[in-house]
């Protein structure tokens, strides 16, 4: 399906990605500035696909993986300053790994996404995680809170 939007064509995987011609959003949001970086893990290829097209497009130094397994030592996590978890990582949940976190590594700033409404499940959440959202969202809005959080932004909703 395509739409004519301010004389470009775009597929409705566009729109959702938000990734659309430069000229476009350049006109509409201010630019990425350079965070620092970032994880993500997450279980669906297709949305790690994405998300790390968009980061490569802004420029946001993102680092995918399909579990925690292949991150491989915890300790490894010291290296970034924002985590995006996915809610379902198999055996684990998002929360659990943000504890462990928490108790282990260090305070890192911690989203968690899912395809669900995860509010009944993520009523008791440990300090570093800063929000939960559903991917529904949009992969744009999760990657500008995400650097948002990386530059130590208190305002983030």
Do not use: H
Request: charged residues 25%; contains cysteine.
């Amino acid at each position: 399906m395509y739409i004519q939007t301010m004389g470009c064509e775009t597929t409705s995987l566009q729109r959702q990605t938000g990734v659309w011609d430069s000229r476009y959003f350049s006109q509409l949001q201010k630019p990425f500035s350079s965070p620092r970086r970032m994880v993500l893990i997450d279980d669906d290829p297709s949305f790690l696909a994405i998300m790390q097209r968009l980061a490569d497009m802004e420029g946001i130094p993102l680092d995918c993986y399909e579990n925690i397994e292949d991150l491989g030592v915890i300790d490894l996590f010291k290296k970034y300053d924002v985590a995006i978890l996915d809610y379902d990582l198999g055996d684990q949940n998002a929360v659990d790994i943000s504890l462990y976190l928490n108790c282990f590594v260090k305070e890192l700033p911690t989203l968690i996404i899912s395809a669900k409404d995860r509010s009944q499940e993520c009523k008791e959440l440990p300090r570093c995680v800063k929000s939960v959202l559903r991917k529904s969202a949009g992969y744009r809005y999760i990657l500008e809170l995400a650097v948002r959080l990386s530059q130590n932004e208190e305002n983030l909703m």
